[in-house]
């Protein structure tokens, strides 16, 4: 009897206990906790989601690509995100761990109480993503637990948590549309669609004239059929594929070379440059191609694209390379070589966007470094082939994540490093094959990750994708990568 009058007092603390673990919302109690964002509505504060009034409420300027953060002046403990949306405007998010990177749960909608549980991390700011909705969204609180009686697995059956599919179905050099990060939100279809207009050129002056002539109520496809120089292009430094979507540079068989000037993609959405030729960038910007955010939904695929190491490591800029929020893009099957500067993502240690690049079967040969330098956000880099990389491969910066898997590095030094920032990347190694490898340590200047290469992160995808054994990547990529290869 004593026993069973014990059992209600008990339940009550236990209750009182749960109940008091549940109301120390880390948000508004960590150490120095606060709030920032991409951007904000008049009268509104980003502390609006961690102030425990639902009827406050962080809006963004805008309906797509926007971020709220909760953070702390140190790292806390968490397993528990609550986020609570006023209204059902969200129609895609993602929520980041953005110390590394890493992806921690994704969905659809969010609406009045969406309750994520979380293996126990560390972390010092978390980003709620908006990545679109169907009118400015209002999330009214981002609450941050860590539950004492331990946090749970995510449910990879649950489309709300971080599910990495398998990699699926074969390889297939010569695709219609791309695999990896261009592959989200709809994919990347560039000049292709209904009332689709394609034009021939044959000089520089005749893509800068479809360019700046086009209707951009239907897509474009600019089949490049010569040389394109300076001389020939009427003055320009550079192609702008600015301010516009939809648009597709694409060259016919062997026969499309820009020699001397490059592609400069800029506040543009959806375009694909395939099946040329670049070299030799003196112009312009100095890249053979680049892109400035905001841009998303960028394909480039089998061009050949190279400078010469026979000059000054200042001379020419990148072969490719992206900054400020470029989202979403994919390049493959590309051959890269004879470069200094070779492929740079973030501009500057300020750069800070979570840009989300995937680098697959690209052939990168005689290069000196930058495959590429990446700084914040994620990368994916699979079933590439390195040989002759001069100083450093690739250089994970400023608190990226890279998922580096099945990539053959022959003849290089230091394939896998995190150097010269004031804050170090990451990387998820799997299943790379390394031969003729030269580690060199810098420790004042960084880390290597070899030569007993481990995964210091983890890196879940949010998309499926057909992967080569390591073996059989080297010959695949040399047969495959580069210009005249398919039938476009």
Known sequence: MQHKNLLFPLLALSCA????????????????AGADGSSKASGISYSDVRDNDLQSYWQPSSNSNQRVSVKWSSAIQLNQVVLKESGSAVTSWRLV??????????????????VLNLSTISSKKLNLEIISASSAPRIAEFEVYLNTEGGTDPDPTDPTEPVNPPPTGEVTACSASPQGFASLDGGTTGGAGANAVTVTATTGAEIQAALANRDLNRPLTIRVNGTITTANSGGVSKFDIKDMNNVSIIGVSNNALFDGIGIKVFRANNVIIRNLKLRYVNTGDKDAITLEGPASNI???????????DVGKDYYDELVSGKKDVDKVTISYNYLHDSWKTSLWGNSDSDNFNR???????????????????????????NNYYTEVQDTGINSRMGAVIRIENNVFENTTNPIVSFYSSTLGYWDTRGNQFSNTNWQAMPS????????????????????????PTNEVKAHVIANAGVNKCSF
Do not use: C, M
């Open 17 to 32: 206990v749960s109940a008091a673990v549940h109301a120390n919302n880390l948000a508004i109690t960590g150490p120095g």
């Open 97 to 114: 761990n953005n110390d590394n990177g890493t992806e921690l749960a994704s969905g659809g909608s969010i609406g009045s109480n969406k």
């Open 299 to 309: 394909w480039i695929d089998h061009n050949e694209i190279y400078n010469s190491l």
């Open 356 to 382: 989300r690049i995937t680098f697959h079967h690209n052939y990168w040969q005689r290069v000196n470094s930058r495959l590429p330098l990446f700084r914040f956000g994620q990368g994916h880099i699979y």
């Open 445 to 468: 200047e960084g880390v290597i990750a070899g030569p007993n290469v481990q995964p210091n992160a983890v890196l879940n995808l949010p998309y499926s994708f057909a992967l080569l």
